[in-house]
């Protein structure tokens, strides 16, 4: 059974930085566009950054643009989402997701059709 498994939330202080994980099991993605969103309390799940099967092409959300990066390694089927500059705004439970149907980045998150349980992201001030 396909599965994608988050880590590496938590509470940090303003200004830190934190590297997200997510670990693909059951099935390769590694043909697959993949992308991080997240969901505030009281608030619709927003698009955050996704990559391209290859890795050679990112999109990112106008409020991490400059902070977050995200990145894959297909070889052992992981995901990351590099963290920085960190403000309370971004406190939200983040999501890895897949999107089978496409092999380009893509913000839609319609187009996902495998998600991660989530991982809470707490950013103090």
């Known amino acids: 059974q396909a599965q994608l498994v988050e880590s590496g939330g938590g509470l940090v202080q303003a200004g830190g930085p934190l590297r997200l994980s997510c670990a693909a099991s059951?099935?390769?993605?590694?043909?697959?566009?993949m992308g991080w969103f997240r969901q505030a309390p009281g608030k619709a799940r927003e698009f955050v950054a996704a990559?391209?099967?290859?890795?050679?092409?990112?999109l990112y959300a106008d409020s991490v643009k400059g902070r977050f990066t995200i990145s894959r390694d297909n070889a052992k089927n992981t995901l990351s989402l590099q963290v920085n500059g960190l403000k309370p705004e971004d406190t939200a439970v983040y999501y890895c997701?897949?999107?089978?149907?496409?092999?380009?980045?893509?913000?839609?998150?319609?187009?996902?059709?495998?998600w991660g349980q989530g991982t809470q992201v707490t950013v103090s001030s």
């Open positions: 059951g099935r390769t993605f590694s043909n697959y566009a």
């Open positions: 990559i391209s099967w290859t890795g050679a092409s990112t």
């Open positions: 997701a897949a999107a089978s149907s496409y092999m380009s980045p893509t913000p839609n998150p319609r187009e996902y059709d495998y």
